[in-house]
C-alpha cells in the first residue's frame, strides 16, 4: 500500500541554521503536500508540490519533488524557536483523493 | 472566512458508550474528509464524503464507525459502543475540489 516515510524522525538545530527533511512514497501520486503540527494542535498546510513540478518556494521553505526517486524534500531556512513542530508529508493516490501521510519529523529549535 | 470547525474539542467517553463528532467544512467547501491519528503517529485516512455522500470509505473499521454529511448541517463522524482503542485525535479536512485540504483543530477522544 501506499505509504509516506519522513527522514529523520527526528531532528534538533541551533536557531538560525536550516532544517532538512525528507519524504518517500511507493506509488504514482497527483501531487505532495506538507504540513505542519504543533503538539496537540491541528495541522496546518504549508505547500502543494504538483507531480510535474520540481521546485517550489514560499517563504523560507523550499520543497522539492524527484518523481523518478519517488522522494521530496522540504528546506527550512534561518530556523526560528517557532518553527519546532511535527512535520508530515501527505501524498495523494492518482484517482483517489485521500492523502497518506507519512509518520512525520518532529522538529526542534533551540534557541 | 471561517476555518474548518470541529466539535468538541475534547471528549469523554466511557467503553460502551457513543461518540459523535461534528464537523463543519470552510464555507464553500463540499469535499470532507476525516483522519484518526494515534500518539506519535501520522494521521490514517478514514472517510471522504461529498453532500450526501459516500465516495471513499476504505479506511473506515467495518463496525461501531459510521460518517454522515447531511445535505444541511455538520458532517457526523459515529462511534458506536466505543473501546479503549478508539481514543485518538480525530480530524475532519475539507477542500474546495481535488486540491488543498484544511483541517480542524480535531477532537481528542478519551474512553476510560
Known amino acids: 500500500s501506499q505509504q509516506g516515510e519522513e527522514d529523520p524522525q527526528a531532528l534538533s538545530i541551533q536557531e538560525g541554521e536550516n532544517a532538512t527533511m525528507n519524504c518517500s512514497y511507493k506509488t504514482s501520486i497527483n501531487n505532495l503536500q506538507w504540513y505542519r503540527q504543533n503538539s496537540g494542535r491541528g495541522l496546518v498546510h504549508l505547500i502543494l508540490?504538483?507531480?510535474?513540478?520540481r521546485e517550489k518556494h514560499s517563504g523560507r521553505l523550499r520543497v522539492t519533488l524527484d518523481t523518478s526517486k519517488k522522494s521530496s524534500s522540504l528546506l527550512i531556512t534561518a530556523s526560528r524557536a517557532a518553527d519546532t513542530a511535527s512535520y508530515f508529508c501527505?501524498?495523494?493516490?492518482?484517482?483517489?483523493?485521500?492523502?497518506?501521510f507519512g509518520q512525520g519529523t518532529r522538529l526542534t529549535i533551540n534557541p | 472566512n471561517a476555518g474548518v470547525m470541529q466539535n468538541p474539542r475534547h471528549l469523554v467517553r466511557r467503553r460502551g458508550q457513543e461518540a459523535r463528532l461534528r464537523c463543519s467544512p470552510m464555507k464553500g467547501h463540499s469535499h470532507v474528509y476525516w483522519y484518526r491519528q494515534l500518539p506519535e503517529e501520522g494521521l490514517k485516512f478514514m472517510v471522504y464524503?461529498?453532500?450526501?455522500?459516500?465516495?471513499?470509505e476504505s479506511g473506515m473499521p467495518k463496525e461501531r464507525f459510521s460518517a454522515e454529511f447531511p445535505k444541511e448541517g455538520p458532517s457526523i463522524l459515529r462511534i458506536q459502543q466505543v473501546v479503549r482503542g478508539d481514543s485518538a485525535a480525530y480530524f475532519c479536512?475539507?477542500?474546495?475540489?481535488?486540491?488543498?485540504?484544511?483541517f480542524g483543530a480535531g477532537t481528542r477522544l478519551s474512553v476510560l
Open positions: 501527505a501524498t495523494d493516490a492518482m484517482g483517489a483523493q485521500k492523502l497518506v
Open positions: 508540490i504538483r507531480s510535474n513540478e
Open positions: 479536512a475539507s477542500s474546495r475540489t481535488d486540491d488543498i485540504q484544511y
Open positions: 464524503l461529498q453532500k450526501e455522500n459516500i465516495i471513499d
